[in-house]
């Protein structure tokens, strides 16, 4: 046997080596699906599967590029560099540039991001003279996202009067107008966007049976990771493309599907069985990520779905510390506990600043972490959000760009034609816009052909755009010839964009001559990159589109050592050694939005199974009394999630049933002198112990049928006997005087004059004291 495949255990070696046929790999978080997808195509290729036949898609690129690079680890990495690995959106963009002349677009179309959609869509509610309340353009948005992600055309739409009916119901009549209207404006631009990726590999694949039998016989051997949250639109392709050979594998968990809200449906898994022939099915069982307390822990709230695959997931590892609870006054205090937490435990494990990832529901909640971190002098980065290449800055320079790759390009014609001011202004560009619909052109076209056509623009302004196209074209003939870093240090320096920042002199001005440094730094990155690779150059418009195509994973490239803050959708697939998952809170986590239904519930329910199984050793859970929503502050209740977890795996750091706030209490003792040792010594109150190694088959069959035990406060055991008058030591405040003790059993704290801190109120159950 080869020495990689020792690496996985029994379960996982068996759909490693089924080389042939459909197969499904269904296993709970950090049982190592994606280690089977990995191996799985490293095994091919040793037993002469050419990689020129793979395909694999992953949920990042990210992942793709780890994959990979373990891959060449094991069979070489010039044979690896020919394998097709990436997000849907990356390899069908890839595709569809080979085949887009038989959709009547250009191989160099440009890909519309999210906020080129929008803006489209608003200049066609503006322009149809439709109240903007009503229809909101990101509402519009999401609901033509949501037509292509079902594949209902703009024909499709209008063949349904249901559909109709439904939009008139939410008063929106005029959708599929606006539908239409934006479908030509992006076609006219030579523009697909996200969804269209997905939309148009389809179309592609459904009206042209040679294209759809080229690449059946190139892609044999498909695997597909986190399939749990592919969309209706992906696993057609899939679908289509697996038919012939029927070499497919996926792997998944029901368990952490968590993009319904995008279109993700939850059936592509559990009807798998019924799409091929012959599914061998494979569940993996063991757990090598987290200890023993987060998978039970874990394991005891996805128990209270309905709708789920009865699954196990055990662990060999260690019990770990139990998960902590804490309660904090406010956000600030929530970010400052975890920030102290987080420098704490690093500086008594030695451990680095990519060893902690701090998780939460909504973007916002980044702020206040954010602060406190920075307080602390703690390196973070912040993935999602408002992406690098979407600042301001950043998007000018790309627009130049993607303007003199595809010169039909509206969005980005309309940025830069006037930045800096060249004096065209917008009656000009209004009326460049109606020419271009009233001949079916774009504007550039209409532009180029001024002189032919009769408008009313005067001669300076005519001389002006004259030298804009000019411009344009110049660097696009220089495009055809140098590559991307060439092409894009040339465009910041001669488009006067660097100039005009450097006059502007502010801060801010300087901050963003840096972005655009940082930019330029990045593109050549990736063309040294590119360059390696056998079916690359470093192009312009190969850089293009992986900027295009980045995930909000992707888009940071350095990769330095930082605690790293995300929401919990964007942590799907990774793992941390400390996790914090903050914001706690009834209507925040589960989200108000999401409390409709029973469904809904779940799959808030679901997002919290994969935050929590993110960690490795420990996780932390937070809450705050009041935190300000809307800009009114208002009363927090605990997340029900909390409550959820069998209390045998949980430990709080406030008395849980101690709902007033004593802010006497001093916050150090949250976040400075947790007593870990102290966590970890609370037996278990009641209910089935975790395994403490491999179970037997009785254990298992046990541990199947186990019900977590009722949700009783925990009651944690506290030993230090102490009356006033005793002398005591602290680890941080030294020596001190017990002067009154109050509250009892968990509750039970300590007033103490310390010699270097002063006077202090510690809970005893958490405070690390030493009876002299
Ligand atoms: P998720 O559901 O979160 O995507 P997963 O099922 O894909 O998780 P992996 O990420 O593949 O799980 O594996 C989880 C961790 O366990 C990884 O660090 C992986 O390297 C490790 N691992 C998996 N299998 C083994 C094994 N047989 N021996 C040692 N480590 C393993
Ligand atoms: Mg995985």
């Known amino acids: 046997m080869e020495a990689y495949l020792a690496e996985l255990n029994d379960a996982q070696r068996a759909p490693v080596l089924q080389k042939d046929g459909a197969m499904i790999?269904?296993?709970?978080?950090?049982?190592?699906?994606?280690?089977?997808?990995?191996?799985?195509?490293?095994?091919?290729?040793?037993?002469?599967?050419?990689?020129?036949?793979?395909?694999?898609?992953?949920?990042?690129?990210?992942?793709?590029?780890?994959?990979?690079?373990?891959?060449?680890?094991?069979?070489?990495?010039?044979?690896?560099?020919?394998?097709?690995?990436?997000t849907f959106h990356s390899i069908f963009a890839k595709m569809l540039r080979f085949e887009a002349d038989k959709l009547g677009y250009p191989s160099n179309f440009t890909i519309y991001d999210t906020q080129d959609s929008q803006s489209v869509i608003r200049a066609i509610i503006k322009d149809m003279q439709l109240d903007k309340d009503v229809y909101k353009y990101k509402q519009v948005y999401s609901r033509i996202s949501s037509y292509k992600n079902s594949l209902i055309t703009v024909k499709a739409y209008f063949q349904n009067p249901e559909l109709k009916e439904a939009d008139a119901?939410?008063?929106?009549?005029?959708?599929?107008?606006?539908?239409?209207?934006?479908?030509?404006?992006?076609?006219?631009?030579?523009?697909?966007?996200?969804?269209?990726?997905?939309?148009?590999?389809?179309?592609?694949?459904?009206?042209?049976?040679?294209?759809?039998?080229?690449?059946?016989?190139?892609?044999?051997y498909i695997l597909v990771d986190e399939?749990?949250?592919?969309?209706?639109?992906?696993?057609?392709?899939?679908?289509?493309?697996?038919?012939?050979?029927?070499?497919?594998?996926?792997?998944?968990?029901?368990?952490?599907?968590?993009?319904?809200?995008?279109?993700?449906?939850?059936?592509?898994?559990?009807?798998?069985?019924?799409?091929?022939?012959?599914?061998?099915?494979?569940?993996?069982?063991?757990?090598?990520?987290?200890?023993?307390?987060?998978?039970?822990?874990?394991?005891?709230?996805?128990?209270?779905?309905?709708?789920?695959?009865e699954k196990v997931v055990w662990t060999a590892n260690d019990d770990g510390p139990k998960i902590v609870v804490n309660r904090l006054l406010t956000d600030g205090e929530e970010g400052r506990f975890v920030a102290s937490s987080i420098f704490e435990t690093k500086m008594?494990?030695?451990?680095?600043?990519?060893?902690?990832?701090?998780?939460?529901?909504?973007?916002?909640?980044?702020?206040?972490?954010?602060?406190?971190?920075?307080?602390?002098?703690?390196?973070?980065?912040?993935?999602?959000?408002?992406?690098?290449?979407?600042?301001?800055?950043?998007?000018?320079?790309?627009?130049?760009?993607?303007?003199?790759?595809?010169?039909?390009?509206?969005?980005?014609?309309?940025?830069?034609?006037?930045?800096?001011?060249?004096?065209?202004?917008?009656?000009?560009?209004?009326?460049?816009?109606?020419?271009?619909?009233?001949?079916?052109?774009?504007?550039?076209?209409?532009?180029?052909?001024?002189?032919?056509?009769?408008?009313?623009?005067?001669?300076?302004?005519?001389?002006?755009?004259?030298?804009?196209?000019?411009?344009i074209k110049h660097f696009t003939i220089l495009s055809e010839n140098a590559d991307a870093y060439t092409v894009a240090d040339t465009v910041a320096k001669k488009t006067g964009l660097l100039q005009e920042l450097k006059k502007d002199g502010t801060p801010e001005g300087?901050?963003?001559?840096?972005?655009?440094?940082?930019?330029?730094?990045?593109?050549?990155?990736?063309?040294?990159?590119?360059?390696?690779?056998?079916?690359?150059?470093?192009?312009?418009?190969?850089?293009?589109?992986?900027?295009?195509?980045?995930t909000d994973m992707d888009k940071d490239t350095s990769d330095d050592n930082k605690v790293a803050l995300m929401t919990i959708h964007l942590a799907k697939g990774l793992e941390f050694p400390y996790v914090y998952i903050v914001g706690m809170e009834e209507d925040l986590f589960p989200s108000a939005m999401s409390m409709n239904t029973r469904s809904e519930l779940e799959e808030e329910r679901r997002l919290f199974y994969v935050a929590l199984t993110r960690a490795e050793k420990q996780a932390y859970l937070t809450y705050t009394q009041s935190r300000y929503r809307w800009g009114k502050l208002v009363d927090a209740e605990p997340s029900r999630f909390i409550e959820e977890i069998d209390d045998q795996f949980k430990d709080y750091m406030i008395p849980q049933d101690d709902y007033k706030y004593k802010p006497l209490i001093d916050t150090d003792i949250f976040g400075d002198d947790v007593d870990k040792s102290k966590l970890r010594q609370t037996k278990p109150k009641n209910g089935t112990p975790p395994p403490s190694?491999?179970?037997?088959?009785?254990?298992?069959?046990?541990?199947?049928?186990?019900?977590?035990?009722?949700?009783?406060?925990?009651?944690a055991t506290n030993n230090i006997q102490l009356e006033a008058g005793n002398e005591v030591e602290h680890m941080r405040f030294g020596k001190g005087k017990v002067l009154k003790i109050d509250g009892v059993g968990q509750d039970k704290k300590a007033e103490i004059d310390f010699e270097n801190g002063g006077i202090k109120k510690l809970l005893l159950r958490f405070a690390k004291l030493k009876v002299l």
């Not at 030579?190 to 040679?210: I, S, V």
């Not at 023993?292 to 996805?302: C, L, M, R, T, Y």
């Not at 254990?699 to 925990?714: F, I, T, V």
């Open 25 to 86: 790999v269904i296993a709970g978080a950090g049982s190592g699906k994606t280690r089977v997808l990995t191996y799985r195509i490293a095994y091919l290729m040793n037993q002469g599967v050419d990689p020129f036949n793979i395909l694999a898609l992953t949920f990042t690129n990210k992942a793709a590029r780890e994959m990979k690079h373990r891959i060449s680890q094991i069979v070489g990495s010039s044979e690896a560099k020919n394998l097709w690995m990436g």
């Open 169 to 220: 119901m939410a008063k929106k009549p005029r959708m599929g107008e606006i539908y239409k209207a934006y479908v030509d404006r992006c076609f006219k631009a030579g523009a697909m966007d996200f969804d269209d990726l997905l939309l148009k590999t389809n179309e592609l694949l459904n009206r042209f049976p040679d294209v759809l039998h080229k690449y059946q016989n190139r892609f044999r």
């Open 227 to 309: 399939y749990q949250d592919t969309n209706h639109s992906q696993y057609l392709i899939v679908k289509a493309l697996s038919d012939k050979f029927q070499n497919i594998c996926v792997v998944g968990d029901d368990a952490q599907s968590i993009y319904a809200f995008r279109g993700a449906n939850i059936n592509n898994i559990l009807n798998f069985q019924k799409d091929y022939d012959n599914v061998q099915m494979y569940r993996l069982e063991q757990n090598y990520r987290s200890t023993k307390n987060i998978v039970n822990a874990a394991n005891s709230v996805i128990d209270k779905n309905q709708t789920k695959l």
């Open 348 to 471: 008594q494990n030695q451990l680095n600043n990519d060893d902690f990832a701090i998780l939460y529901r909504t973007n916002a909640q980044s702020r206040a972490m954010e602060d406190a971190l920075r307080k602390k002098d703690i390196p973070y980065r912040i993935y999602g959000g408002l992406s690098f290449y979407q600042r301001k800055e950043i998007k000018d320079v790309l627009s130049y760009l993607r303007l003199l790759i595809n010169p039909k390009d509206e969005e980005a014609l309309k940025r830069v034609i006037n930045y800096p001011t060249r004096g065209i202004g917008q009656t000009t560009m209004d009326r460049l816009g109606i020419a271009a619909n009233q001949y079916g052109k774009s504007m550039f076209e209409v532009i180029e052909n001024l002189d032919h056509l009769d408008l009313k623009i005067n001669k300076s302004t005519r001389t002006k755009l004259d030298n804009f196209v000019n411009m």
């Open 510 to 550: 300087i901050a963003r001559i840096e972005n655009i440094e940082e930019l330029l730094n990045g593109v050549k990155d990736f063309v040294e990159g590119q360059k390696e690779l056998a079916d690359a150059s470093g192009s312009l418009s190969e850089f293009l589109e992986d900027v295009a195509l980045a």
């Open 693 to 715: 190694h491999k179970p037997t088959e009785q254990q298992l069959r046990k541990l199947r049928k186990m019900k977590p035990a009722s949700s009783e406060p925990a009651k």
